[in-house]
């Protein structure tokens, strides 16, 4: 999927279901990092390699998942 | 404010809160505490609808937007709900159905805010306020 400018082409998608379709998207992205940090973990990644692949600190992603991390 | 709520509609907050890390929402929003809200029986009753049914409508919402720009959920398989931070904050509309809500409880001079005031502001939510947009759907004024 390349980036383009569709500024001169026409949406077929009305605007309410195109801008719930950008919020949509961040929830599955949610969904998608707390399904995958949790296998990371049973799989014996530290948070700090998980951090690292996340592009974020141990410590924001300890503080983010570390209380669920007990009932997974 | 939160001190004048009843025990219910603390709960609505606390539970909208809740959903709204579940669902991955960065912000806590007027959807979420209709959700909250309809968990107590009495609101359920006032409005014919369950939070099981906001739900629904969110989840169909979601999954008919992202089909619509070419994202198949079933692609994902199996997926963990969202884990949210400890404290999100509230959207704009979401302020204002609080505050709404107050409004209501002083209008009729009720010491306390419960979950039928918070109802009632709810439901002057208009246009593409997520309230609203779920309220449309379950009272099926824009089709299923």
Known sequence: ?72 | MFERFTRQCRDAVTLALAEAGRRGDRKVGTGHLLYGTLHDPEAARALGAGAEDVRRIEDRLDRDALAAVGVDLQDFGPLAPAVGALHLPLTPGAKTALKRALGHAVQEKSRTIGTRHLLSALRECAGTEPAAVILDRLHGREGS
């Not at chain 1, 949406?11 to 707390?34: F, H, K, M, N, S």
Request: no cysteine.
């Open chain 1, 1 to 72: 999927m390349g980036i383009e400018d569709p500024a001169n082409e026409p949406l077929d998608i009305d605007p309410e279901t195109g801008l719930r379709a950008a919020t949509a998207l961040r929830r599955l992205a949610e969904r998608v990092e707390a399904t995958h940090v949790a296998a990371a973990r049973r799989a014996g990644w530290s948070w700090e390699q998980i951090g690292a692949a996340l592009g974020v600190t141990r410590q924001s992603i300890h503080a983010k998942y570390g209380k669920a991390d007990h009932h997974v």
